[in-house]
């Protein structure tokens, strides 16, 4: 069934490049979501990829209590890009939220950073997440494993009767920015982190092939990488009791969630678990609330992830 209000597809007249924005519901307040700029396959890739991540910022907005709707946009890059298409693209993707009129708000995504949102600024005002010399809040990544931290703490306590995860073995999938905020976040913890880019393989934690991460023996499975990754096919053989993380849908179709029950695997919803970002942003840039408060605000994410587990027993 379509259940969006809007999905709007341009070609950018300065790029030649295809950008897009999904508007999922408006019905809470003015939608929010981050642009993502990333390579597709072909179009319709990115059209389903907007399409569900869009409806998952507005089940993280209602989670959260965050008064506004869901929607997220797309760059599809089709080419190398050079610093001049890049901002050309960037201008092209801010003509499209301006078609909006404020019911969409843009902020960073994978592929895009604090200093594009800057560029979308010389077109629109509906940019969040400038640099913080700019007078913007900048990455929200800091926030969002803050709030991952939360959901364990909660989880933790439920599945293993301590919010503490000293000493248990802890596998985070996509050691990025928010993977190694979180492995950092959980001193005393065994760590093995796994990432695509073996670049990203320091020796300072265990290491383990992206291939294996979901099937190693472990206490806790963090996915900080990609959405997707929890299928009929990788469920039956996942090796953690406990799965909280950051990477937006996790699941391959909601089904899956009622396979992680069966299997005894508590799965905390990653819409509930990656909102540290939104709630901050939001917080600083439209309430104007200081750092402090918007961290308490993130904090909260423990108490939601205690009341939904409770829900569930
Ligand atoms: N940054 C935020 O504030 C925020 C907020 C909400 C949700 N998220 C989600 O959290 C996830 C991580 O975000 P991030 O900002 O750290 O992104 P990032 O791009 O900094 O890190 C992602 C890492 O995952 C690795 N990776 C990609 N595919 C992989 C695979 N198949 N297996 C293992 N590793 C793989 C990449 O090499 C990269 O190092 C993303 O799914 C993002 O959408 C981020």
């Known amino acids: 069934m379509w259940e969006h209000e809007q999905l709007v597809v341009r070609t950018g007249e300065r790029s030649g490049m295809t950008t897009m924005v999904a508007l999922h519901s408006t019905k809470a307040g003015p939608a929010v979501g981050g642009c993502r700029m990333k ?54 993707h801010a003509d499209l939220i301006n078609e909006f009129g404020g019911a969409y708000r843009a902020g960073p995504d994978v592929g895009t950073g604090p200093e594009d949102m800057l560029v979308l600024r010389e077109i629109t005002p509906h940019a969040y997440c400038l640099p913080e010399e700019h007078g913007g809040t900048g990455s929200s990544s800091g926030p969002t494993a803050r709030g991952v931290l939360a959901a364990l703490k909660a989880a933790s306590q439920h599945v293993f009767g301590t919010p503490d995860l000293t000493g248990r073995k802890v596998v985070i999938s996509g050691f990025g920015s928010v993977g190694e905020l979180i492995a950092r976040g959980l001193a005393g913890a065994e760590i093995v982190v796994s990432d695509v880019d073996e670049s990203r393989r320091t020796g300072e934690f265990g290491w383990v092939h992206p291939d294996e991460a979901y099937r190693v023996e472990a206490d806790v499975l963090v996915p900080a990488a990609v959405g997707g990754v929890l299928s009929p096919e990788t469920v039956r053989h996942l090796g953690a009791k406990l799965i909280v993380g950051p990477a937006n849908n996790q699941l391959t179709d909601d089904s899956v969630a009622g396979l992680l029950a069966e ?35 993130v904090d909260g994410i423990e108490a939601a992830v205690h009341r939904l587990l409770g829900e569930r027993q």
């Open 39 to 92: 390579p597709y396959g072909r179009i319709t890739d990115a059209v389903t990829d907007v399409l569900r991540l869009s409806k998952a910022m507005t089940l993280k907005c209602e989670a959260a209590g965050i008064p506004h709707g869901g929607a997220k946009s797309v760059i599809v890059i089709d080419r190398p890009l050079t610093p001049e298409l890049r901002r050309d693209v960037l201008l092209d």
């Open 263 to 297: 299997r005894g695997i508590v799965w905390v919803p990653d819409h509930v678990a990656s909102a540290g970002g939104v709630i901050y942003t939001l917080a600083r840039e439209d309430d104007g609330v200081d750092h402090e408060t918007a961290l308490k605000r």
